[in-house]
């Protein structure tokens, strides 16, 4: 039978790993937290969030081309209208009888203009996005607002959650900036259901591949745009290589800033990488808005990386290239500290990184034996709770303790409030994974603010505060956060004041 301090442990440790208690969960879950936690990296894989408008990439980027025409043409007609009502006013009449030649044919050219295009672009009825009604954003905006929904209810009903944060742990990692253009916003969640998700509990080097060569990586770091200079679209166009792709494939998602490679080998992997693209809007090379490989603006010949040639043909080449470098030591150590710091503490304790480093060595880059080990360390279960959950695991474990089931607007708000949207960093190198980030002054006042709110919004469902702090907070509940919540003026305040007390708030 589980001793108190095994009971803490298991508290502090589904904080930890997990997303949060629910009310009911009780002393079972803490007194079997490491056997549950292994269980579920046993059960694999992660499951896929439900009711999602579009499967995947491919259906995606043919309903945004078909909205993208639709814009364009509404843009094009209303400039038209624009000038024939110009045109049509008292003051240009005068005007235009001095050019009526010219310019009433110029007119005539571009109003006919307009119905070849609605006809160009209504071949194809399938690809034609449905009309949203009055008021709803634009499909980008609203494709991905509906999938951030379903990927948060999905970890509003995980056990522990363990699998779902190790989602956000990768996405992070691999992440995209939704805010760069419309293919990143509308396929932000595909991304993560297609590159993340299914290799979670797989192999480090498939989950890099998938990132690495999915739409929504190749727009976001630009290596659309990437053409080898010897290659027949490079001395046709005259253009070159775009490293931004292959600079954070080595800084930030293998080898990390101090991994042992130079200038050269990111110009090289540049060259290895070119003609990793997306299908246009024609479907010249396959399904539109899916990856495909364009022979074209390869870079040909053998290319050096890291003291290994490559001569592979075609994509093999960029994949036994991405092979090499998921496997490389230095990918294992930087991957090792990351999760240390992302689950422990921002000093990861060296003996573990090095722990795991070897785990994720001797296995091959295999992520489930990296979990054991990092779930089987008791150095990774006795570290003292210093961690301060993140916007995103702050939200998700409040829902969770107060039985909110949130409406968009519910998770849309506040993220954007405290600075952690889903799948929307300011840069390639993704959201802090620190308390500095999300522990200043200004962050927890605007976590007072948005806990306030929640308070609010949770009153009636939550009928005794006191006795949903022992629920969710158990043996690591604090006399002081105790009597705290039994003083509150209002149910809310109570609400309020056990979602921002320590004891929540770190993990």
Request: charged share 20%.
């Amino acid at each position: 039978m589980a001793g108190p301090d095994d009971l803490k442990a298991g508290a502090v440790a589904l904080q930890r790993f997990g997303v949060g208690a629910r009310p009911g969960q009780g002393e079972a879950i803490r007194r079997e937290a490491r056997d549950r936690l292994l269980a579920e990296i046993a059960a694999g894989p992660v499951p896929q969030p439900q009711g999602v408008a579009f499967s995947g990439a491919a259906e995606i980027g043919q309903a945004l081309y078909a909205f993208e025409d639709q814009e364009r043409i509404a843009r094009e007609a209303k400039r038209v209208a624009a000038q024939q009502a110009q045109a049509a006013s008292p003051g240009a009449q005068s005007a235009g009888m001095q050019v009526a030649g010219a310019g009433a044919m110029s007119g005539q050219m571009e109003v006919a203009q307009a119905p070849a295009e609605v006809k160009s672009s209504s071949q194809n009825q399938a690809a034609q996005p449905a009309k949203p009604p009055p008021n709803e954003p634009a499909l980008p905006f609203r494709t991905y607002r509906d999938e951030v929904k379903s990927r948060v209810d999905l970890a509003l009903a995980a056990e522990t959650g363990f699998g779902e944060r190790l989602v956000m742990f990768w996405s992070n990692h691999f992440c995209i900036g939704a805010t760069k253009s419309n293919i990143c916003r509308i396929m932000a969640g595909a991304y993560e259901r297609e590159a993340i998700r299914p290799h979670v509990f797989g192999r480090f080097e498939d989950m890099l591949i998938a990132a690495e060569s999915h739409p929504a990586m190749l727009d976001f770091l630009d290596n659309r745009q990437s053409i080898g200079p010897n290659s027949p679209a490079g001395r046709r166009q005259r253009r070159g290589l775009n490293e931004n792709l292959a600079r954070e494939i080595m800084e930030l998602h293998t080898l990390g800033v101090s991994g042992g490679y130079n200038q050269a080998d990111v110009t090289n992997l540049a060259r290895i990488i070119t003609g990793w693209t997306v299908v246009g809007r024609e479907g010249v090379l396959g399904f539109p808005g899916s990856f495909a490989f364009n022979a074209g603006l390869h870079e040909p010949g053998v290319t050096p990386l890291l003291g290994r040639s490559y001569d592979q043909p075609g994509r093999a080449q960029g994949v036994a290239a991405l092979t090499d470098l998921a496997r490389h030591p230095s990918t294992a150590h930087f991957i090792a500290t990351k999760l240390v710091r992302h689950f422990v503490a921002d000093d990861p304790p060296p003996k573990l990184v090095d722990l795991l480093a070897a785990t994720f060595r001797q296995s091959g880059g295999d992520l489930p034996s990296v979990y054991r080990a990092l779930i089987g360390s008791d150095e990774a279960w006795k570290a003292p709770a210093t961690k301060v959950r993140s916007p995103q695991e702050f939200l998700l474990a409040s829902y969770r303790a107060t039985g909110l089931q949130p409406n968009p607007g519910q998770i849309l708000g506040p993220l954007g409030t405290m600075g952690q949207p889903f799948w929307q960093p300011s840069g390639p190198n993704g959201y802090a994974d620190t308390n500095a980030a999300w522990a200043s002054a200004e962050g927890i006042k605007t976590r007072i603010d948005v806990a306030a709110g929640w308070g609010r919004q949770t009153a009636n469902a939550v009928p005794d505060p006191r006795s949903q702090a022992d629920d969710i907070l158990g043996p690591i509940l604090s006399p002081e956060t105790k009597q705290a919540v039994a003083r509150a003026e209002s149910r809310p305040q109570a609400i309020a004041l056990l979602l921002m007390s320590p004891e929540f708030q770190r993990r």
